[in-house]
């Protein structure tokens, strides 16, 4: 019933498909006025992926990113068009949003996640992947799967399908289709006649 109008008689929904971008972001280059020392201290801590735990129900080490000011990148710590703590809490919401909708429809109220049941397809680009992060958070509510004084917490590997930057195909890659630059460019230049400077 998301447009409103009552799913046919006898209907049942069996699939469910969510394209959506990232959340928001810093800019992509500095700023020509009023300059921000953007912070992102909150949301860049990673796990390191190859890493083998010393002891059996160790907590894995966390490492934080903190990118150099220098004098053609932003001031702070972040790098440019990096996902912002509130774009990340956006994607929160996001999943929040889809499981209230669906979680009755689609999950039959179970909160796990299951890989044969949900399939996440991101590109390469750091904000996208941080921003599947944030939306299966809320789709998958860690809290709700285990409660207080239950059993420890197995680690759940979720896979992000991605490619290479030369063969993405999700986003405008002319490495992939050297067409689109011919068709892109002209509008791109249309788009930004006049203008100084473009902060992305």
Known sequence: DVLGAPPPSGAKLRFVEVVTRHGDRTPLGPLKVDPIEWNCSENTLFVEQHSVQDSVGAQPRLFRRDYLTTGDTLMGNCSAGQLTTLGFQQQVQLGQSL?????????????????????????????????AEGLLQGL????????????????????????????????????FCPRVTE??????????????????
């Open 183 to 200: 068709l892109y460019a002209p509008d791109v230049r249309r788009e930004h006649h006049g203008k100084k400077s473009v902060t992305g």
């Open 99 to 131: 499981r209230s909708m669906y979680d009755q429809q689609l999950f039959q109220g179970d909160r796990t996640y299951d890989a044969d049941r949900t399939y996440v397809r991101t590109t390469a680009v750091p904000r996208t992947q941080a921003s």
């Open 140 to 175: 998958f509510p860690l809290e709700q799967q285990h409660g207080a004084g239950g059993p420890p917490q197995e680690s759940v590997i979720i896979p992000f399908n991605t490619l290479d930057p030369g063969a993405e195909y999700m986003h405008i890659n002319p490495s």
